[in-house]
């Protein structure tokens, strides 16, 4: 009898192991037998901005288009480690996916930093064409050597221009100014040739520190200067165009190998679209933004081009790390791109 028993225990126990794994599962994958895969996806843009928008219907189109099993949630306004700290998760194999400036990846592989340098671009085709030529291809492939996947470069947020109180026509204007720059060589060796005092700090701190006097103004596109909010402290936009407000989105390799195909392809198609998407409504919003910060006592002014242009030409020769020729190479791109 105690024999029958023990048997039987032992059968309810094997009963409720096989029970549970089957839960575990079926929690762990979706109806259609693909594993589910849970990805945060780190950005400095606050919620109220367009690419933090844009990236919010990526997520749910992969979602949704994934049958679940890919869900993509997206921590805006740096809520995670954003800049260097995010590129670090997605270099260590975490489920992660960073969106931030092209030069983040430039720490990895330093020409990245030269394809977004100073005064490049007339346009967001230019840089657009420049991101699917054969010169920007070998850089992503170098990523991936590094461990990096490079999804897309193309999450345009606009030109940067200066905003202070101050009217800037010349760099000499600049003289003596604490700028506010995101904490990147790239935009030091910029705002330096461009005659100012760059300070890095990280946007969140923006607005108290010019508040307090830490900085005199930043350089941001329309995009960010409306977004945050931050005409509210500085209301003189000088029109400089330094640099093109792009950023780059990448995962871990590892990571990406490990998702199925169908599933790649799902998320690189969705982020492809998305792009196109962000920038098309960036265009648009871009106009309309400009009107609304006129109307919020902001004025634009013109700059003296080419004594910026002619400052900023010294940052190409800046960098030990980029490789020789490189900024010759991305003039032949360019030059090639604008015959077309
Ligand atoms: O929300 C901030 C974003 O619009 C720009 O950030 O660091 O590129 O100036 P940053």
């Known amino acids: 009898m105690r024999k029958v028993f023990k048997m039987l225990a032992l059968l309810i126990a094997a009963t409720m192991l096989f029970v549970s794994c089957g839960k575990k599962e079926e929690a762990a ?6 594993k589910k895969v849970v990805i945060k996806l780190s950005t400095k843009f606050v919620q109220d901005e367009q690419t933090s928008k844009s990236l919010v219907r990526v997520a749910e189109k992969i979602k949704e288009r994934s049958n679940g099993s890919v869900e993509i949630q997206v921590y805006s306004g740096g809520q995670l480690p954003i800049g260097k700290d995010s590129m670090e998760q997605v270099a260590n194999n975490a489920n992660w996916i960073s969106v931030d400036g092209l030069n983040f990846i430039g720490d990895y592989v330093p020409d990245f930093n030269a394809i977004n340098g100073p005064m490049l671009y007339k346009n967001f085709d230019e840089y657009l064409a420049m991101t699917q030529s054969d010169l920007v291809k070998k850089l992503k492939s170098k990523a991936g050597e590094k461990g990096i996947k490079v999804l897309s470069l ?6 940067r221009s200066m905003l202070t109180d101050k009217v800037i026509k010349t760099p000499a204007d600049l003289k003596g100014l604490k700028i506010r720059v995101p904490n990147s060589q790239l935009y030091m060796y910029t705002l330096e040739a461009m005659g100012a005092n760059p300070t890095p700090l990280p946007f969140t701190e923006v607005y108290s520190g ?5 900085v005199d103004g930043l350089e941001g596109s329309l995009m960010t200067i409306y977004g945050t909010k931050i005409y509210e402290v500085r209301k003189n936009i000088s029109l400089t165009n330094h640099l093109l407000g792009v950023s780059a989105v990448s995962i871990s390799k590892t990571v990406w190998e490990g998702l199925s195909e169908n599933q790649r392809t799902i998320i690189q198609e969705e982020f492809d679209a998305g792009a196109k998407y962000n920038n098309d409504v960036t265009v648009e919003l871009q106009t309309e933004y400009k009107v609304k910060l006129e109307e919020s ?7 003296y081009l080419p004594s910026f242009n002619a400052e900023t030409a010294k940052v190409f020769s800046k960098f030990p790390k980029w490789t020789p020729g490189i900024y010759d190479e991305i003039q032949k791109e360019l030059k090639a791109i604008r015959a077309k």
């Open 154 to 159: 193309d999450y345009l947020f606009g030109f």
């Open 297 to 303: 006592g902001v004025k634009f002014n013109e700059v």
């Open 210 to 214: 010019i508040q307090q006097g830490v």
């Open 29 to 34: 994958t979706t109806e259609s037998g693909e």
